[in-house]
């Protein structure tokens, strides 16, 4: 039994340690979102966020019906 414990104990650690990563990473996206000059990055930004919505928001839509 203390040896379960014990091996919980570790999995839970390994699942903090991975969300503090994960946390993080977002935190620099974030970041690096806020300080990107939105003006220059506007139509380059519209074209990824449409390429990928054509490619997968609409994929999903096509497949569903």
Do not use: C, G
């Amino acid at each position: 039994m203390p040896q379960d414990n014990k091996k919980e104990l570790m999995l839970e650690e390994r699942k903090v340690k991975a969300l503090e990563k994960i946390a993080n990473v977002l935190d620099a996206l974030t970041l690096w979102f806020e300080d990107i000059d939105k003006e220059e990055w506007s139509n380059r930004m519209q074209y990824y966020l449409a390429e990928f919505h054509n490619q997968y928001i609409e994929e999903e839509t096509k497949d569903k019906k």
